[in-house]
């Protein structure tokens, strides 16, 4: 499997509001268009999953053609540039170019990572507050929290001994937490873990597997760990694996209404209490590639098929709610107002759907993309984030930062 990522850039980009209306009027075949900013001088760019802090809109972007990337904190209404950020770059040249596709906030803090280095930014000043640097070569670029506790997972290039490490958002010092070494001839490795509160204590739940060829084997593990009691409650090894009922790690798990939920070619829910799987279902094809993966809200469990189709089915029990058309490969599904928002790249739409129903409510076509010309690449990258205070969407076309308003 091969993880993105993203690269650091000298602060030599510019952001021009409306470059292409100096009227700052939005022509009328752009609906729901709001406001644009031309990224980078009108380079093409890559666009991870923007982050909102207060009133602060939080933008990792890189340069396609040279590798080099930034941070770029804007106002989330203005779109007026804040402050922009590359000190890893600065720091370590082009070997720390980059940054991962999850980063996380809490308390006025960003911590992002690449590989084994690690940044915790004030995101009121973008200075850089620490930084970390593992002598392990290797790990997602992905950060996860709770509270002011920040985690990831790494493993040792050389081994391939795997662990999940847990550092303090504000000093970055990282501690092992849970660790796997390769005993035998399967390797083995960690997912990012979910975390959550339940009942009154912290939890975190990841899925260990172990691979290996000649012929291919695959085992899955869940585990639930309790951060409060620091301990692993249980394992469970009842994640279906045969070619007939989707074969392939479920990989990320998310946690609602008390179940562990996961997503391959099929839908899985576990009983947070045991670790019992209640409930799968199997659908073909994939609910997880790239950031295409399922997310619950109000008891319902929602995964984009690259087939194409939507489902809204039931946290609890599996029953579906709806099964309905929509974009191929997705970005994770936003929620605002009792609708459900994705963006498709492959289908050059974002795409909103009542969330109860599943009926079609948005249709929009990417706003600068023409089919024949230089601009059929202006497709809505699968990123979308929707400020839960004002419902204003933010994506991009891997040129322009868009900004949509649906009310």
């Known amino acids: 499997m091969k993880y993105l990522i ?19 009027e939005i022509p009328e075949d752009k609906p729901f268009l709001k406001k644009y900013i031309l990224l980078d001088e009108g380079s093409r760019v890559s666009f991870e999953t923007p982050l909102i802090n207060g009133e602060k809109l939080i933008c990792f972007i890189a340069n396609r053609e040279t590798g080099e990337s930034w941070i770029t904190a804007y106002d989330k209404e203005s779109l007026e540039t804040l402050w922009i950020w590359n000190d890893a770059f600065q720091t370590y040249g082009s070997g720390a170019k980059g940054f991962g596709i999850a980063s996380y906030i809490f308390d006025g803090v960003l911590c992002t990572t690449q590989s084994n280095i690690t940044y915790g930014i004030d995101t009121e000043t973008g200075e850089t507050l620490w930084h970390h640097k593992d002598i ?72 260990m597997q172990k691979w290996g060829f000649t012929p291919y084997e695959e085992f899955n593990r869940i585990n639930l760990f309790s951060l409060t009691n620091d301990r692993i409650i249980w394992t469970s090894d009842t994640i279906p694996t045969n070619a007939s009922n989707g074969l392939g790690s479920p990989g990320s798990i998310s946690f609602h209404d008390g179940q562990l939920l996961l997503g391959n070619k099929a839908l899985y829910s576990y009983n947070v209490e045991d670790g019992s799987l209640e409930w799968w279902k199997y659908y073909g094809n994939t609910f997880a590639a790239l950031r295409n993966l399922p997310s619950a809200q109000n008891g319902k469990l929602y995964a984009n098929n690259e087939s194409r189709f939507l489902v809204g089915v039931d946290v609890h029990t599996g029953s579906e709610y709806f099964n309905v058309e929509s974009g191929g490969i997705c970005s994770k599904a936003q929620f605002y107002d009792g609708k459900l928002f994705e963006t498709s790249y492959g289908d050059i739409k974002l795409l909103g759907f009542d969330a109860d129903t599943g009926e079609k409510l948005y249709d929009i076509v990417a706003p600068f993309y023409e089919r024949n010309n230089e601009n059929r690449e202006l497709r809505f990258e699968n990123v979308l984030t929707i400020d839960p205070e004002t419902g204003l969407a933010y994506t991009s076309d891997s040129k322009h930062l868009l900004v949509y308003e649906f009310d």
């Open 136 to 207: 392990n070569r290797g790990g997602y670029s992905e950060i996860t929290g709770l509270d002011d506790q920040i985690f990831k997972v790494t493993w040792d290039e050389w081994t391939n001994d795997a662990s999940i490490s847990t550092a303090s958002i504000y000093t970055g010092n990282w501690e092992k937490l849970i660790s796997i070494s390769k005993t035998d001839s399967f390797n083995v490795r960690f997912y990012p873990p979910t975390l959550f509160n339940w009942n009154g204590e912290k939890y975190l739940s990841y899925t």
């Open 6 to 24: 993203i690269l650091f850039l000298p602060l030599i980009t510019s952001c021009n509001i409306f470059p292409e209306d100096p009227e700052n």
